[in-house]
Structure formats: C-alpha cells, structure tokens
C-alpha cells in the first residue's frame, strides 16, 4: 500500500503534467491511508528509531483514523507528542501525514506590506517544515525595493527555512502567479497577494478542506482592513465576523484612520462554482486562493493579460465552465487590505469586465 501510495502521488504536478481521474484520486486516497495506518500500526518496528514506539493502545488508536485531524495530535507543531513517541517518529510521522504546501506571494512596489504578509506565513499552525514560500518581485522598480527584499530576507531567515525571492521581469500578476507556481514543489500552492495577511489557521484550515473535499481549487471568505498597521496588532488576530453588520469602518472625514482597528466584515459570501451566477458576478472568490498543483497544471494557470484586472474571476470562471471542483471555505481566512494602489482603483472596469467574460464567450 505505500508503494502505490508514493507511485499515484508521487511527482512535482508542475505544468504539463495529467490530472489524475477519479478513480485514480480516489485509489491514491485509499491507499494512502491503509499506508499511513499501517505504518503508524508499527510503531517502532518503522525503522527510524531504536527507541520504544506507542504502546498497543496508542497504536490502535492511531491506525482506526488516518484523517488530517487525528494525526495532527501526534504531529502537531505546538503541542506535546502522544506519549511513547519518539522524535524521530515524529519527524517521518510529519512528513508521511501532512502535503507539503507552497505560499507564493507576488509583490511590486510594497516592501512594507510585504513584510506584514511574509511574517503572517511565520505565524502559521501549519508545521513548518511542510511550508515552502516563494515571494515572486515583478520587476519592482521603486528606489531601494530590492535593498528591502534582502533586508526581510536576512530578518525572517530565508535561507535557513528553504524560501526565496524570484526577481522577475514586470510580467504583471497573472505571469508572477505563473512563474511562482512554476517554481513551486507543494501538493498545494496558496497565492496570495503582498497586501493581504494570513490568519494563523489558514493554510491548516484550507489543508484539511481540500483533502476532506478533494477539492482541485479552494476560495475563502475574508475580512476588510484598512491603514498600513498589522491587522489585529500582529499574530493577535482579529475573529473573524462573515455578515452584513460592519464593523469599525474607516475613520471619519478629517480624522487619522486606526491602522489597526479601520476594518470591516464583507456583506457577501461567496458561493463557489456557480456557473450561472458568476456570468453576472464574481461569485467564486477573491485572487487569494488554494489550488491543487496537479489541477492547476492541468487547466494551464492565469492568463497574463498586462494593465487588466479581474485574472481571478477569469481563471475561476474557466474552472467552473470546465468541471472543475471549486468550493468555498465559509470563513474569513485572510485580511483584503484596501490601499490607494490597489487594482480595484488603477485598472479599467470595461477591459477586466470583457477579460472575466472570456471563459463564457471562447475570445
């Protein structure tokens, strides 16, 4: 069952390469399960360790569930390990249960946010060394922005953890997106944009979606903010509050807005692959999105239309209209800041429009 299990899911899923079908995705699920059980069902016969392993009970325990869940309380980054178990079989537990997930952030122009966003993925409850981040500059062209990169390179120790920064040529976010995922070795890939902040549950949360559902692309809900601060003051995030009532929006004419506490909750929920209704609206979600790496290969990433906007709304539209499983997260997994360069203020509605369009009308 481990072989079969490292065969069907096995490989970098980079461009180019097949999307499994069905059956396949649901065989490699199985058996990777029956391989997990009967691994952890060994205890310390793994070969990685001397040291006695569980006793019977825990290993039983452990072998009746192979969900996400259930092996997070022997893996989990803060927590004690169950007793018995040594770090070594900690560490292959790790390695063997939980998908290796890549963060790409694409960033111009914005050291500053940038290092809000990449000090988000520090505070993350996803174990570490399962998290590769890919910070992909499009061709910044701001006095000292590359100066600023090393600097937060050196601050949150890139090259101690295995990330990097990719300097690009201005390709502008639908071929940054592209090339970071090019890059990219996670099962999973997050993108996200370097004004937005990831709440400390997000890519845990949206790994246990995405192999519970075996989705091929998640979206989620989100939460408002605006000013330049640290949404929640740093890793103290804000809860998260999906509904109409809005919270403490920006600050009254000729007042300094709070940079922490000028926020407000969406009035919408996105409702996923919609078909219908996502001709008329984005339905499906925001550019901060999960995908499969196998899927996104597949259907061929973003177009890379410059000066246009709405590459999100084109790409799920695309998805959709092809068959694709996209669902929606219910809850606000990340911080939208709003800003004076934000594309929603810069890019021409009637061209991001007719690009959004493309999926429905084939030009």
């Not at 990169?149 to 201005?170: I, Q, T």
């Not at 996105?270 to 899927?295: E, Q, T, Y």
């Not at 695309?318 to 809850?331: C, E, N």
Request: glycine residues 12%.
């Amino acid at each position: 069952a481990a072989a079969i299990a490292a065969g069907l899911l096995g490989g970098s899923g980079r461009f180019g390469s097949g999307r499994p079908r069905a059956r396949q995705r649901r065989l490699a699920r199985a058996s990777f399960g029956l391989a997990t059980a009967g691994l952890l069902a060994q205890g310390g016969g793994l070969g990685v360790s001397s040291r006695p392993g569980p006793s019977d009970g825990q290993r039983q325990r452990l072998a009746a569930s192979t969900s996400f869940g259930v092996v997070r309380l022997l893996v989990g980054p803060t927590g004690p390990q169950v007793a018995g178990c040594s770090p070594e079989m900690d560490v292959f537990a790790r390695s063997l249960a939980l998908p290796k997930v890549t963060v790409v952030i694409t960033h111009y122009n914005r050291p500053n946010f940038l290092v809000q966003a990449v000090a988000s993925i520090t505070r993350q409850s996803y174990p570490p060394s399962m998290l590769e981040l890919l910070v992909v500059d499009d061709g910044s062209t701001a006095e000292g922005a590359r100066q600023s990169l090393r600097r937060m390179e050196l601050e949150f120790g890139f090259e101690r953890r295995g990330w990097r920064v990719m300097y690009e040529p201005n390709r502008y976010l639908g071929g940054a997106r592209n090339a970071g995922f090019a890059a990219s070795q996670g099962k999973y890939v997050l993108f996200m944009d370097d004004d937005n902040y990831a709440k400390s549950y997000e890519v845990e949360a949206l790994v246990r979606a995405a192999e519970g559902a075996n989705a091929d692309a998640l979206t989620s809900g989100l939460d408002f903010v605006t000013g330049k601060g640290e949404p929640g003051g740093g890793p103290r995030h804000l809860e998260p509050r999906m509904g109409p009532t809005p919270k403490v929006a920006a600050a009254e004419p000729g007042r300094r807005a709070d940079p922490i506490k000028s926020r407000t909750s969406p009035s919408f929920v996105f409702l996923g692959a919609s078909r219908n209704v996502g001709l008329f609206k984005n339905c499906f979600g925001d550019a901060n999105s999960f995908f499969r790496s196998s899927s996104f290969a597949e259907f061929g990433g973003y177009t890379e239309d410059r000066n246009v906007g709405y590459e999100d709304w084109e790409l799920y539209s695309k998805l959709a209209m092809a068959g694709y499983d996209l669902q929606t997260v219910p809850r606000a997994m990340y911080f939208y800041r709003f800003t004076s360069g934000s594309m929603q203020k810069t890019t021409s509605y009637r061209a991001s429009r007719r690009r959004a369009l493309r999926a429905y009308t084939h030009v």
